[in-house]
């Protein structure tokens, strides 16, 4: 269950920006990468504590978001979503391959002892790295929430999202509520990644795999649901646990992905979503 | 045409590189991805279906082949017809489904299918023989033609030739395909599915047909490859590579023409090996990554293209 949080927060840059701005973005998982081999560097050379890094991860990640979006994406908005997808698809490819020549195919841990440390809560074990994952996810979602609700920023670019000519009409600068809202999803993206790095490990293919759970995730809540998203990633987390304890191990990403098809192809608006 | 140009010139490569085994097995690599790329482009820029997850096909089509050679004593050269089959077959059983999904979620649920074959291969040991592997798959039977023998064990260029007879192969069948009435609803599905439907196109069995050819032709080349490497594993074969280097292939080629994919395939493939590899040693496959973005921003037409037109549903938003 804790893992599902987890997947919930790993996922949510990746929904932000596609209920926001209608794009899938493919290299999500490549924006959480890049914050867990920023935590991980920043740890190996000057032994900066991972929790502190993780403002740093994001905002390399955002950065690397803002720059994919400025130089790339901005340019190709007004074609199909499909041209999109191979674009975002594209860089992540360049990222994944980025990684393993700067960082190798090695696997990486960003191991801190005091991660390891358990915690009973109402006769459950925790260890301490758990339960701060989830806070820190929590935090996250809550942050996010404040950040679109209470600030002209956030305002702006929900406006934006649901109806972009008036936004227009209204004054609202709306490529650079795009921009913004692109970059605010690698920089959640980039949480994510030092607290993977701290609780599994991270290697320069992982990127993948994240998005693809990510995408799942996304579906399976339905676009525009953030709280639906940390159930949907509950329900994952729990059948990926059921999957291994009853099937078998190696079955584990099998649901996933059964799950995703089955979505999509009975329910493509999701559990919690706005009808597509 | 530029289409028997290409083909003239894949005809002489191994003449012009002195039948030096390393490059032509570069080349060789070349072929199987342009047959691929061939056979992508059929599904995406003939039909407007763009797939993520041509590995599927490319997977099952190699492992169908090497399990029915290495336990069921077949020719090699019925295990990669029968691999096609096998291909076609499981681009049905995803393809029918999801054709009822837009553009973006189809080519997202043929990503999703891919890696579930992948897991169930991995995973299927009593078949497939898990993350081990098939080892030693017999090559292609040598053939007997009137005084000459043509071996496929030792000698790489037989192996070429056979590689660049089934890209033809597969070059033709695309080729006729458009010609035909087919080929003109697929281009009626490509440009407007919802009008398509309401001239009394059938939709779905275009876009099916597509598929499967694309999917045989995708396995056949599949199968191909595990009688050339001789070794298979899940990762290797379903590699990611298998789906995304067709699209990068095709849309560097230029979708709108046959022939495009298979140019796209000889030169990036060329400048991976000799250029890309030089400099990056481990990640030599950003390359791919960067070409992907950068032409489908700023030339989305690829080399052969004239036309700017590039999106599947030729839809400005």
Known sequence: MAEGTNYGLYCLGLAFVFGIMRIINLAHGEFLVLGGYVAYWLLVKFGLNPLLAIPVAAGAAGATAFLSYRVFLQRIRTSSELNTLILTFGLGIFLTNLFLQLWTADIRSIGVDWMERPLTVSGIYFSLGEVIAISISLATVLGLHWFLKRTRTGMAIRVTAIDRDSAALAGINVERVDLIAFSVGGLLAGVGGPLLGMLAHISPGAGVAITVKAFILTVLAGVGSIPGLLVAGIILGVGEAMTVTFVSASYRELFGFLLFLLILLVRPSGLFGRRV | MAGAVVM?????????????????????????????????????????????GHAAFFGIGAYASAILVTKGACSPYLGIVAGGICGALGSLIIGLPAFRLRGPYFALAILGFAEVAKLLTLNMTWLTEGSAGILNIPPLPALHLGGLTLDFHISRTTNYYVAAALVMAIYLTVYFMKRSNLGLAMSAVHGDEETAAGIGINVVGAKAFALVVSAFCTAVMGGFYAHYVRFLSPDTAFEGSWSVMPIVASLFGGMRTLIGPMLGALVIIGVDEFVAKQFFEMGHKLFFGLLLATVIVWAPAGLMGDRVRMSVKGRKR
């Open chain 2, 8 to 52: 003239g010139v894949v005809l002489i490569i191994p003449f012009i590189l002195s039948f030096n085994p390393y490059y032509v097995s570069i080349f060789i690599s070349a072929l199987i991805l342009g047959g691929v790329s061939i056979a992508w482009n059929l599904l995406a820029g003939g039909c407007g279906q763009v797939s993520f």
